[in-house]
């Protein structure tokens, strides 16, 4: 009688989830082959043409040793020409020559670049550069980049301020590439944030650079770009650019957390005699995470001058904020552990264990 | 009316429309996620990490690795985070209490010795008993803690207490970390402008079988035993496909204990690792992301689909039984501490979306297999089965299960292509022929186990005895 009854999976024929699972099993197939495919290229790729790839390398590597002077007369051998018509081929050529690039300078490189330019590789470049896709917008510019084709910088310098990421990223590293300090003029037109890795990208960038004086740093510290802002408050650190310093005062006062934290630390390196009581004064208005930033510039620049601040702050709720605040007066008043030791007796919880933990730090 | 056929029948039916929308949510992580691998890897292509790695002006970064009992590996564990290769870096060792030598075996290894230590007390946390850095100053990264036994949430918080860094890092001190493993997990940090990053996950991967010599993984191998073997291509697909998926739609409610980086700041603002779940990695997640939707500010959870820490996994039914136990009541416990987010538009993605996800799918769904499998044998039983119905259906359940596995070890030899040789390919789709009927229904029947525990108010965390990597021979 049960069975009588209409069941909602009356509604489903069985062949109709016989044909489903006969979907599933097709797409299994498809996606067995391509695994298989995949393997099988990836094989081939590594051992049919080792020949191509191990003798590829070794003639360049002989060739850049040869005479630096004989940068004219490259005469690649015809054996590489046919497999250098495959674009796996050339992309690998390419891709070896990029990583050469990298890792010599001088002569050498010049000579990479000439055999960059020979095999026509530039054109693989702007080829990339000229696509619509992302990531192949960014290779071309990699590589243009690597291999100083300055030539290209106006299209370049265009991208700086593109809205894909990615592609601004690698066009900023161009730009600083070929001009070095000068390449930073992107900052001017800069709308776009420039992210803490790109900021730390371009600075490890520039640091086998003699140091000389950056032109536009004073109006990047007023830019509307927060990020702009706070890279260039970096490289007035780094650069200790003690002519921005009234700047980076002002900076102080901005609106977003990130800029006062990063002037904090910059005015540590260009302070003079007034920084440490701008800093103490900035100190009652900030946020906790800002004040313990301040407090690590004041061990470098406060003196007996800020100790009466600083005695106040020992009391402050915060342990953080106190230890910092203690160390401070261990490293920059004259009778600092002398005040460090009194108010140990006076409360040793927790100043007992301040003095002690500061005593062991400071002895390093 | 037949009240027993209209039950039977909206049960039935009830199972068939979960596995409709539980085929459509896989169908959708899976063709979420290449986007996002393909994007990661894409933007990889031109990323120099060297010339981070050696900057004095990167982040810093505290590891905090909390170790019970681990004499045995904890030289060797210590030396591999040791030879990470990132400049500003501290490792912070907590021994939680071990019985063992543990202590003692680093204390000679590392020549350290007792330092006084003043440590803000920001999470509250079990007695701290001693800290120890080292005399020699090449070991400076080092920190030692050794604390009264408080379990795994605790031993965390005292790390987080003691880092000194923006960032920290918390691992299981017995995982192998690639070198550029930190640096990796610090990318998403520095790269986000309108978004703050608030934790970032990193892929686990299997390592049993592959060989590990001196605390570095010297070669992968794909593991021998059926067991490791299987949960190869479940992390895969849990890692490749599901959180990449989630990572995109920003809903990501679970980042790895064995391997998370967190933002120290917002970690502290949310009270630490709660010590009253054993779920406690998911449980941090859940709230800091509540803590950031509460008020309002925009914040983004990532992971990144590198192999970036290798870890054992358990190779028998005992040690792998009790940690699916507590994985279904972690989750239970987390979903319950967090109850006022279900379907509450309030936390937009992760009230509607995320957690409903995580109670149907992830909490519910072992007991709804089982519940399944009960009415299946009852009906059997009474003659009420149409087999030629069953088969049809089986077939498609099946057949969609070995599709997600295929897809699952396609991505992998598209990226990452960790197991090299053809064969190690081959073995890994067979084993995933055996998962409907062996380990899938283990791994339900241990989550099961672990759900009639917490009705008895059972919280212990359960044994997790390690074989042991294999070893380069001499």
């Given at each position: 009688?049960?069975?009588?009854?209409?069941?909602?999976f009356?509604?489903?024929?069985?062949g109709?989830?016989?044909?489903?699972a006969?979907?599933f099993?097709?797409?299994i197939?498809?996606?067995?082959?391509?695994?298989?495919?995949?393997?099988?290229?990836?094989?081939a790729?590594?051992f049919?043409?080792?020949?191509?790839r191990?003798?590829?390398?070794l003639?360049?590597s002989?060739?850049i040793l040869?005479?630096?002077?004989?940068?004219?007369?490259?005469?690649?051998?015809?054996?590489f020409?046919?497999?250098l018509?495959?674009?796996?081929?050339?992309?690998?050529a390419?891709?070896?020559?990029?990583?050469?690039?990298?890792?010599?300078?001088?002569?050498?490189?010049?000579k990479?670049?000439?055999?960059?330019?020979?095999?026509?590789?530039?054109?693989?470049?702007?080829?990339?550069?000229?696509s619509?896709?992302?990531?192949?917008?960014?290779?071309?510019?990699?590589e243009?980049?690597?291999?100083?084709?300055?030539d290209?910088?106006?299209r370049?310098?265009?991208l700086?301020?593109?809205?894909?990421?990615?592609?601004?990223?690698?066009?900023q590293?161009?730009?600083?590439?070929?001009y070095?300090?000068?390449?930073?003029?992107f900052?001017n037109?800069?709308?776009?944030?420039?992210?803490?890795?790109?900021?730390?990208?371009?600075?490890?960038?520039?640091?086998?650079?003699?140091?000389?004086?950056?032109p536009?740093?004073?109006?990047?510290?007023h830019?509307?770009?927060?990020t702009?802002?706070?890279?260039?408050?970096?490289l007035?650190?780094?650069?200790?650019?003690?002519?921005?310093?009234?700047?980076?005062?002002?900076?102080?006062?901005?609106?977003?957390?990130?800029v006062r934290?990063?002037?904090?630390?910059?005015?540590?390196?260009?302070?003079?005699?007034?920084?440490?009581?701008?800093l103490?004064?900035?100190?009652?208005?900030?946020?906790?995470?800002?004040?313990?930033?301040l407090?690590?510039?004041?061990?470098v620049?406060?003196?007996?001058?800020?100790?009466?601040?600083?005695?106040?702050?020992?009391?402050?709720?915060?342990?953080f904020?106190?230890?910092?605040?203690?160390?401070?007066?261990?490293?920059?008043?004259?009778?600092?552990w002398?005040?460090?030791?009194?108010?140990?007796?006076?409360?040793?919880?927790p100043?007992?264990?301040?003095?002690?933990?500061?005593?062991?730090?400071?002895?390093? | 009316?037949?009240?027993?056929?209209?039950i039977?029948?909206i049960?039935?039916f009830?199972?068939?429309?979960y596995?409709?929308?539980?085929?459509?949510?896989?169908v959708?992580?899976?063709?979420?996620s290449?986007?996002?691998?393909?994007?990661?890897?894409?933007?990889?292509?031109?990323?120099?990490?060297?010339?981070?790695?050696?900057?004095?002006h990167?982040p810093?970064?505290?590891?905090?690795?909390?170790?019970y009992?681990?004499?045995l590996?904890?030289?060797?564990?210590?030396?591999?985070l040791?030879?990470i290769?990132?400049y500003?870096?501290?490792v912070?060792?907590?021994?939680?209490?071990s019985?063992?030598?543990?202590?003692?075996?680093?204390?000679d290894?590392?020549?350290?010795?007792?330092?006084?230590f003043?440590?803000?007390?920001q999470?509250?946390?079990k007695e701290?008993?001693?800290?120890?850095?080292?005399?020699?100053?090449v070991?400076r990264?080092?920190v030692?803690?050794?604390?009264?036994?408080?379990?795994?949430?605790?031993?965390?918080n005292?790390?987080?207490?003691?880092?000194?860094?923006?960032?920290?890092?918390?691992?299981d001190?017995?995982c192998?970390?690639?070198?550029?493993a930190i640096?990796?997990?610090v990318k998403?940090?520095?790269?986000?402008?309108?978004?703050?990053?608030?934790?970032?996950?990193?892929?686990?991967?299997?390592?049993?079988?592959?060989?590990?010599?001196?605390?570095?993984?010297?070669?992968?191998?794909l593991?021998?035993?059926y067991?490791?073997?299987m949960?190869?291509?479940?992390?895969?697909?849990?890692?490749?496909?599901?959180?990449m998926?989630?990572s995109?739609?920003?809903?990501?409610?679970?980042i790895s204990?064995?391997?998370?980086?967190?933002?120290?700041?917002i970690?502290?603002?949310c009270?630490?690792?709660?010590?009253?779940t054993?779920?406690?990695?998911?449980e941090l997640?859940?709230?800091?992301?509540?803590?950031?939707?509460?008020?309002?500010?925009p914040y983004?959870?990532?992971y990144?689909?590198d192999?970036l820490?290798?870890?054992?996994?358990?190779?028998?039914?005992?040690?792998?039984g009790?940690?699916?136990?507590r994985?279904i009541?972690?989750?239970?416990?987390t979903?319950?501490?967090?109850?006022?987010?279900?379907?509450?538009?309030?936390?937009?993605l992760?009230?509607?979306?995320?957690y409903?996800?995580?109670?149907f799918?992830?909490?519910l769904?072992?007991v709804?297999?089982?519940?399944?499998?009960?009415?299946?044998?009852?009906m059997?039983?009474?003659?009420?089965?149409d087999?030629?119905l069953f088969?049809?259906?089986?077939?498609?359940?099946?057949?969609?299960?070995?599709l997600?596995?295929?897809?699952?070890?396609y991505m992998?030899?598209?990226t990452?292509?960790?197991?090299?040789?053809?064969t190690?390919?081959?073995?890994l789709?067979?084993t995933?022929?055996?998962?409907?009927?062996?380990?899938?229904?283990?791994?339900?029947?241990?989550?099961i186990?672990?759900?009639?525990?917490?009705l008895r108010?059972q919280?212990?965390?359960g044994?997790?005895?390690?074989?042991?990597?294999?070893?380069?021979?001499?």
């Amino acid at each position: 009688m049960i069975l009588s009854l209409l069941s909602i999976f009356d509604f489903f024929k069985p062949g109709f989830f016989y044909a489903t699972a006969a979907v599933f099993a097709v797409l299994i197939v498809l996606l067995l082959v391509l695994i298989y495919w995949n393997l099988y290229e990836r094989k081939a790729a590594f051992f049919q043409p080792q020949s191509f790839r191990v003798e590829f390398e070794l003639w360049v590597s002989k060739w850049i040793l040869e005479d630096l002077q004989d940068t004219d007369t490259i005469r690649v051998p015809l054996k590489f020409a046919k497999h250098l018509k495959r674009p796996n081929n050339r992309q690998f050529a390419l891709d070896g020559l990029i990583e050469l690039k990298k890792s010599v300078a001088g002569a050498v490189g010049d000579k990479v670049v000439a055999l960059y330019l020979e095999l026509g590789f530039k054109e693989d470049s702007l080829k990339k550069l000229n696509s619509v896709v992302w990531h192949q917008k960014v290779k071309g510019i990699n590589e243009l980049s690597v291999m100083q084709q300055e030539d290209m910088n106006a299209r370049i310098f265009k991208l700086t301020n593109n809205r894909n990421k990615y592609i601004r990223r690698e066009a900023q590293s161009a730009m600083f590439n070929f001009y070095g300090f000068k390449g930073l003029r992107f900052l001017n037109v800069l709308t776009h944030a420039i992210s803490d890795w790109q900021q730390l990208n371009l600075i490890e960038q520039l640091r086998p650079l003699d140091p000389e004086p950056i032109p536009g740093l004073s109006g990047w510290l007023h830019s509307d770009n927060d990020t702009v802002v706070i890279f260039a408050l970096r490289l007035a650190e780094i650069y200790q650019c003690f002519e921005v310093h009234a700047d980076v005062v002002h900076c102080l006062a901005h609106a977003n957390e990130a800029v006062r934290s990063q002037a904090a630390k910059t005015l540590k390196e260009i302070a003079d005699d007034s920084t440490a009581d701008i800093l103490c004064k900035q100190y009652t208005v900030e946020t906790v995470r800002n004040q313990v930033v301040l407090l690590n510039s004041l061990a470098v620049i406060a003196g007996d001058a800020q100790q009466p601040f600083l005695t106040k702050e020992l009391d402050n709720e915060n342990a953080f904020l106190k230890l910092g605040a203690a160390r401070v007066i261990a490293t920059c008043c004259s009778n600092g552990w002398a005040i460090l030791g009194a108010k140990a007796r006076e409360q040793p919880s927790p100043f007992q264990k301040i003095y002690n933990h500061l005593r062991f730090e400071l002895k390093k | 009316m037949n009240w027993g056929f209209l039950i039977l029948e909206i049960f039935a039916f009830g199972i068939f429309l979960y596995s409709i929308v539980l085929f459509a949510f896989y169908v959708f992580i899976g063709v979420f996620s290449i986007g996002e691998t393909r994007k990661y890897i894409h933007q990889n292509r031109v990323t120099d990490y060297r010339r981070i790695a050696s900057s004095l002006h990167a982040p810093s970064v505290s590891i905090i690795a909390p170790a019970y009992n681990e004499g045995l590996t904890i030289v060797d564990n210590v030396r591999s985070l040791l030879s990470i290769y990132y400049y500003n870096l501290e490792v912070i060792i907590v021994n939680d209490g071990s019985k063992d030598n543990s202590l003692q075996k680093l204390i000679d290894a590392y020549q350290l010795e007792k330092i006084d230590f003043f440590i803000p007390d920001q999470i509250p946390t079990k007695e701290v008993r001693g800290v120890y850095k080292s005399r020699n100053p090449v070991l400076r990264k080092v920190v030692v803690v050794d604390k009264v036994n408080g379990g795994k949430a605790d031993a965390l918080n005292v790390g987080v207490n003691i880092a000194s860094n923006d960032y920290i890092i918390c691992i299981d001190v017995d995982c192998v970390l690639e070198q550029d493993a930190i640096l990796k997990m610090v990318k998403p940090f520095m790269e986000a402008t309108t978004q703050r990053v608030i934790a970032s996950g990193g892929v686990i991967r299997i390592a049993n079988s592959s060989l590990v010599e001196h605390g570095s993984l010297v070669k992968v191998k794909l593991p021998k035993d059926y067991l490791p073997r299987m949960q190869t291509l479940e992390y895969i697909r849990a890692f490749l496909l599901g959180r990449m998926a989630w990572s995109r739609l920003n809903g990501l409610l679970l980042i790895s204990g064995a391997f998370g980086a967190f933002d120290k700041e917002i970690v502290i603002k949310c009270g630490g690792y709660n010590r009253n779940t054993v779920g406690e990695d998911m449980e941090l997640v859940v709230r800091m992301r509540r803590y950031m939707e509460e008020r309002k500010e925009p914040y983004k959870v990532t992971y990144i689909p590198d192999p970036l820490c290798w870890t054992e996994a358990p190779a028998s039914y005992k040690v792998l039984g009790r940690q699916r136990n507590r994985w279904i009541r972690g989750t239970y416990e987390t979903l319950k501490f967090h109850k006022v987010m279900f379907f509450n538009p309030r936390y937009r993605l992760l009230g509607m979306v995320s957690y409903p996800y995580w109670f149907f799918f992830e909490l519910l769904a072992p007991v709804i297999e089982f519940l399944g499998f009960i009415a299946f044998l009852v009906m059997v039983f009474a003659g009420l089965v149409d087999w030629e119905l069953f088969f049809a259906l089986f077939a498609v359940v099946i057949g969609f299960n070995y599709l997600y596995s295929v897809f699952a070890v396609y991505m992998e030899v598209k990226t990452y292509n960790q197991y090299r040789r053809r064969t190690d390919i081959a073995k890994l789709l067979l084993t995933s022929l055996s998962e409907p009927f062996n380990f899938h229904p283990f791994v339900v029947w241990s989550s099961i186990r672990g759900l009639v525990d917490i009705l008895r108010n059972q919280h212990s965390w359960g044994d997790m005895a390690r074989e042991g990597f294999d070893k380069k021979k001499s």
